[in-house]
Structures are given as C-alpha cells and as structure tokens.
C-alpha cells in the first residue's frame, strides 16, 4: 500500500437494486475504490468478499428483493481506516439467532456463512438496526 492511501479523505457512495444482477456492478465498483484508495491486492480480494457477502445478504435478507428498495453502499477513507457501510431498507433480523455455520448440521448448507466470513475478514463489524433498515459497517485497518 502506498502512503498516499494514509493521508487521503475519500468518500464514495453506490446505490444498487435489490435484484441479484446488481451483485455484478460490487467487483467494478471496489476496483474502482482500490485505485482511488490506493490499497493493496490482499485488502481488494478481501473486500471483494465482504462486501459482496453483504451485498447479497441485504438484497436477499434485507430487502427480499424489493425493487422498489436500494442497497446503499458508502466508501470512507481516513486516517488509516477503510470503512464500508452497507444499509438495506428492510425490517432486520435477530443477530443471536444465527446458526454456528461450522457446526456438523450446518456444514453441507448452502447458506448461513455470509456473516460468519464478513466477521472473519474484517477488522471490526458492526450491526445497526434501525427504523428503516440495517447497516452493516466493516472496518478495515490500512495498513503501511
């Protein structure tokens, strides 16, 4: 990573359908932020994964497809830390009721992942649940 992405103040805002097309417009988008950002190969797959993850989740989970509801991604660079919100506009869900993915019944489902890999990937996350929506915030620590 250069220096540069260290002293830089950057936001970046995308608005997506809640159709699974839209998944296809995350990869030009987050190739988009590594130049302006300046990160590193490692950071861009590693958000390729996330926030596609969340993506998906916001669209299937959040919004169930409405496409009357966007997907409001918001990029934020500052001070040696990549923030990458994520806000549906649907009702939420119960945090503790998530299944274990790595336990025996769950390990052949094709779902119930998304959240544990966001965890495993990211910095810090943090769950807002709000009026009129969930926002999913990953924290990144750039580093030198």
């Known amino acids: 990573m250069s220096d540069k992405a260290n002293c830089i103040d950057i936001s ?66 500052k001070n040696k830390l990549l923030t990458v919100s994520v806000k549906d506009q649907g009702s939420g869900f119960d945090l503790e009721s998530l299944e274990n993915p790595l336990s025996p019944e769950n390990l052949l489902k094709e779902s119930g992942r998304g959240i544990f890999i966001i965890r495993k990937i990211a910095d810090n996350v943090v769950f807002n649940f709000l009026d009129e929506g969930t926002e999913l915030i990953l924290y990144f620590n750039l580093k030198n």
């Open 12 to 77: 970046f805002t995308k608005d997506l359908t809640s159709e699974r097309k839209s998944l296809k417009l995350v990869e030009p988008m987050l190739k988009e932020i590594k130049q302006k950002f300046c990160i590193n190969d490692e950071l861009y797959y590693n958000l390729v994964i996330t926030i596609t993850e969340a993506v998906n989740n916001a669209i299937i989970h959040g919004n169930k497809f409405d496409i009357d509801k966007i997907v409001r991604i918001i990029v934020k660079c």
